[in-house]
């Protein structure tokens, strides 16, 4: 499968996720249905940033590789924070006008328009630029002799198992407390004016900065 397709079409689908929570947030819906949506944006994000990482390599020179790649992080976090004080910029004055539930709505709207212009950008590659290349490997098998390979490097090389494994503990720290938040009906209106007005309108400038950053 042609990666930009695959970023393409993430974007589109997570567009679509994002409308459907918040049309549950404007009903103030909370628990197993919201928390199932909020889980395939979380899965969808994934797929999108395994796509772009590993295409990187494809569009920038290998001498320049660790520089994209923290370009990548470093721009990628300024993005975040740039999204996120317009979500909390828009939902402040929205909330003036509109209620709570709303107004977190509409912000969630502006994240899905953000991540389907993303879908957009990802037109400008060709099919096949990020890959893959005819020398990288389809079959499963191959994919598990990589994987079971790179374990054994990372044996060899505690700091960045150490790394991954911080990283690991991070990802999954902050989906169980969202999943925690989200049970308690109390606790909800918190998770919603962070995740959704702030979280998904800077994940959404993040993906537009990250394929942008390929395209160049």
């Not at 103030?28 to 979380?42: H, K, P, Q, R």
């Not at 909330?95 to 212009?117: K, N, T």
């Amino acid at each position: 499968f042609s990666r930009q397709r695959i970023v393409q079409f993430s974007n589109y689908v997570r567009a679509a996720n994002l409308i459907i929570i918040a049309l549950l947030i404007r009903e103030s819906s909370t628990g197993i249905v919201l928390t199932f949506f909020v889980l395939i944006a979380f899965g969808i994000n994934r797929l999108i940033l395994a796509g772009l990482s590993a295409g990187l390599p494809l569009v920038v020179l290998k001498e320049k590789l660790v520089v994209a790649n923290a370009l990548a992080v470093t721009g990628g976090t300024i993005g975040v924070v740039i999204g996120g004080g317009l979500g909390i910029g828009i939902k402040k004055v929205l909330d003036h006008r509109i209620s709570g539930d709303q107004a977190d709505a509409l912000v969630i709207l502006f994240g899905c328009l953000g991540y389907a212009v993303s879908g957009l950008l990802a037109r400008r590659l060709r099919r096949f630029e990020i890959g893959p290349r005819d020398l990288e490997s389809t079959q499963i098998e191959a994919g598990w002799k990589e994987m079971i390979e790179g374990f054994h490097i990372l044996k060899s090389h505690k700091d960045s198992l150490r790394g991954i494994f911080a990283t690991a503990i991070q990802r999954g720290g902050l989906t169980s407390l969202t999943m925690m938040v989200l049970s308690n009906r109390d606790c909800c209106c918190c998770w919603v004016y962070w995740y959704h007005p702030t979280w998904n309108l800077a994940q959404s400038a993040h993906a537009q900065y990250n394929v942008l950053l390929h395209k160049k």
